[in-house]
């Protein structure tokens, strides 16, 4: 394939196929599912999908550049650790797992895992030939925005990931700052035409971006699509996020539901890679009133597969993104995605009311991306919150409507001091807000510490 048509348009792939324009509409976007039950949008057989035979990975193709990528990608911005160290050893079992059972793509920063999740990457990845993965990293914001900090990181990855090219390259965390933020970043600087300059060079095969919190800076991007050419965005998406997502911000506005993101990037002829179908694992642990109408459908399946799964049925998706940790859960997720079995009319509609039931549940939207740590007064932030969530999942949050609200409560202490030493408890959060900036699901996390204090404070 020559470089003129790895940069072919939308509308100029059409015309080498010779199509007319509703044909080849229907050869690009067959079996989108643009909304909860949409008839006419329902899956059916996407030719961009293939999935040969049973047993074997999902695959979606880059209309790009004709790649073939694996419908799962392998996010490593949390890997294998023991003694709170990266087990190499474990990330290259790992690794040579996912690419002997067909995943192909794996995301990275230059952030993850305290400044050397490239670093990791690089050596699992160059025991394997050049050809059989594509690995994404990113323009992570470290504080410097001049133009020759944004080169140096560049090179960096380059050297890090020990590869000559860089297959899918992103800006990353778009959005928070709003257009300011983008100008200063991007823009005003040259770094966006710099990265445009190398992938002209063939040193990135793919520019994209990813995007957090304000949507006028997606919409930009996308807008000025014909001078920037992006091939893809990846965008936060899963079944509550679909259409809830300005509803599960803890309090502070998202501007946008994944249902119009996708959308947008389907009309512009871009796709997307998915980050966080689990919610930060929230849809893996689902309350249990809606497990049980989860297993009557499919006795076998996982609450993460039906999460995974409607990700996947979506036909613009080109990769979804799973942090696996461990053997377990990536065996899993390759089951779930070998071949991915989409869902069906009847199985969207549940997921809707499913969403529409945990969107008014008061959870605190973290990932546990950890961005927002170390904390500088010691607060477990992520662990607090993923304690807070659980509760509320299992059915066991100290309601004060409910009728053994004192011993919820009892139990929910017990389980607190159990649960953290006390430098990490939530009462030890100052206010200072150093959290806050730097939290891509912009969550007010001292205000939301402050459930947790206001629950414990009486008993600790």
Known sequence: MSKDDTNLSRRDFIKRLGMSTASAAIFLSIGSLSSFGSEKNNLKKNPSTTSSNSGSMTYRVNRHTGDKVSLLGYGMMRLPSKDGVVDQEMVNKEVDYAIAHGINYFDTAPVYCGGKSEIYTGIALHRHPRNSYYVATKMSDKGDHSLEAGKRMFEQSLKNLQVDYIDYYLLHAVGNGGLERLNERFIDNGLLDYLCQERDKGRIKNLGFSYHGDVRVFDWLLDHNDKYKFTFVQIEMNY?????????????????????????????????????????????????????????????????????????????????????????????????????????????????????????????????????????????????????????????????????????????????????????????????????????????????????????????
């Open 240 to 460: 509550i996020d679909w259409r809830h997502a300005s509803l599960n911000k803890g309090g502070w506005k998202q501007d946008a539901d994944a249902e119009y993101l996708y959308n947008k990037c389907e009309k512009v002829g871009v796709q997307n890679v998915v980050m966080e179908p689990l919610l930060g694992g929230r849809l893996a642990n689902i309350p249990e009133k809606y497990r049980k109408q989860l297993q009557e459908v499919r006795p076998d399946a996982t609450p993460a597969s039906w999460a995974f799964r409607w990700v996947g049925s979506h036909s613009n998706i080109l990769t979804t993104l799973s942090g696996m940790t461990t053997m377990n859960v990536l065996v899993e997720n390759v089951n779930t995605f070998s071949p991915l079995d989409p869902c069906t009319k009847s199985e969207n509609e549940l997921l809707e009311k499913i969403a529409d039931g945990m969107s008014g549940m008061p959870v605190v939207p973290c990932t546990a991306c950890n961005y927002c740590m170390p904390c500088p007064y010691g607060v477990n932030i992520p662990g607090n919150f993923a304690y807070y969530n659980k509760s509320i999942n299992e059915g066991t949050f100290p309601d004060k409507t409910a009728k053994d609200y004192k011993e919820r409560l009892s139990n929910f202490i017990d389980g607190y001091k159990k649960t953290f030493k006390e430098e990490a408890w939530a009462i030890q959060c100052m206010d200072c807000e150093a959290c806050m900036p730097k939290c891509p699901q912009q969550i007010r996390i001292p205000n939301q510490l402050s459930r947790i204090v206001e629950l414990t404070r009486e008993g600790l």
